[in-house]
């Protein structure tokens, strides 16, 4: 009887061992599907509120005080003994990120966005993987081996991508809605076309890539910042604050007068609060984590699906048109951003049958490693040292016994 205790006792461990295996592994892949169903309401909230005559640059402001102060107390109470030391490259290297992606992007995604639609602006932004990409090649955090398959479908799948969002500027085609089953035709049907809409489009499209370019470079910085400064709720309030202060002071430039700042329990609260909790403040966090497990390439392979949930969501609540070149274009950029993902996929596989190879996402770690491996040698070899002086000094038990004999 007792064995059968045992052995059920045994199973169960070992099926909860299973389970929790499985839950590391998968980890960052529920972290990401999680974010994008989150972030999809970035773009319903941000499209209403521009439609309603709100300032981007006030927004801005209120969206990234508010995700400040949400997750402020949780750093402070959870990261207050892991919280490492501020030094002035990490103090730096977070201003930088508060204007990259706070200031810089935000604003040109939301000025994007008022020209085009959600639906078009959550599409384009999938060409973010191949702006990483190209940019941690400029900054020779990736190597490009043409003989390689891997590093060929990661450069092939940068062009196709560039080339999907090219047909999104340019082509918009006749649109129609998912949930009204009378299909609107505009632009002609894609004969004739409408010059006014397509110079829009045209303009909405460069303004969101401007946006992704800034967006890379943040995904890039912060992968480097988060090793350098591995308490991700800290990090994520301090880019807040950050962007907050920086928007700040664009917002008192762009909008001088104090009626653009005025702010009551309407959308002018509701859409900051969401946007700043969730879109900023737990994304952040978020994305810190995944950046910290799998890289900064794959915390992007996961934004077809939120272009996917905004499409939706667009059509049903924002009466948005989906055109024909949108679809087109998202689909080739989709194909592209998932040439990148393998490639890159292919690159983690490579580095994990490397066992003594050092990290090749970052060059940057290297500076970190040296000075550590090289200290707890010097220290490892005083202990050594200390160690052989106190055996000399101890008199040996055999030898005193034959002196006494």
């Known amino acids: 009887m007792g064995e059968v205790v045992r052995t059920e006792k045994e199973s169960s461990v070992g099926r909860m061992k299973r389970i ?7 980890k960052p892949y529920l972290l990401m599907i999680g974010l994008q169903f989150g972030m999809s309401g970035n773009y319903i909230f941000g499209k209403d509120i521009l439609d309603r005559g709100m300032s981007r640059f006030v927004f801005i402001v209120y969206r990234n005080s508010m995700a400040a102060f949400f997750l402020a107390p949780f750093a402070f109470f959870l990261e207050r003994r892991s919280r490492p030391k501020m030094t002035v490259p990490v103090f730096l290297q977070i201003m930088a990120l508060g204007f990259l992606e706070p200031v810089f992007n935000q604003s040109f995604t939301y000025l994007g966005m008022k020209y085009t639609s959600a639906s078009f602006a959550s599409a384009i932004v999938n060409a973010v993987p191949s702006f990483t990409f190209l940019l941690a090649v400029i ?9 390689e398959i891997r590093s060929v ?6 062009l196709v991508t560039l ?11 006749p649109g129609f809605s998912i949930f009204n089953s009378a299909t609107k035709l505009q632009d002609g ?3 004739g076309t409408n010059p006014s809409h397509n110079n829009s489009q045209t303009s909405g499209a460069m303004y969101i890539l401007m946006g992704c370019g800034a967006l ?13 400064y591995p308490a991700e709720l800290s990090l994520a309030t301090l880019i807040c604050m950050s962007g907050a202060l920086q928007a700040t002071a664009v917002a008192l430039v762009a909008e001088p007068h104090s009626h653009f700042w005025a702010i009551g329990f309407d959308y002018r609260l509701y859409a900051p609060l969401y ?22 390439v794959f915390a992007t392979a996961f934004n077809p699906l939120c272009m996917i949930i905004v499409a939706a969501l667009g059509s049903l609540l924002l009466h948005e048109l989906i055109h024909l070149g949108s679809i087109i274009g998202a689909i080739i950029i989709a194909l592209g951003l998932y040439s990148v993902v393998w490639g890159k996929a292919k690159d983690d596989v490579h580095s994990q049958s490397l066992p003594h190879s050092a990290p090749t996402d970052l060059h940057d770690d290297h500076d970190d490693i040296k000075p550590h491996i090289t200290a707890h040698s010097m220290d490892q070899l005083q202990l050594d040292l200390q160690l052989s002086k106190m055996e000399a000094q101890q008199p040996n038990p055999k030898l005193s016994q034959l002196s006494t004999r």
């Open 139 to 147: 900054f020779r955090i990736e190597k490009i081996k043409m003989k």
């Open 153 to 158: 479908a990661k450069v092939m799948g940068t």
């Open 163 to 173: 080339g999907g969002a090219v047909v999104m500027a340019t082509y918009k085609g």
């Open 20 to 26: 929790i295996g499985w839950l590391s592994k998968a």
């Open 216 to 228: 890379s470079g943040f995904y890039i910085l912060q992968s480097v910042t988060v090793k350098r």
């Open 189 to 191: 049907g894609g004969g």
């Open 275 to 296: 946007t700043g909790i969730v879109s900023s403040g737990i994304a952040y966090y978020v994305q810190g984590i995944v950046m910290k497990l799998r890289g900064p």
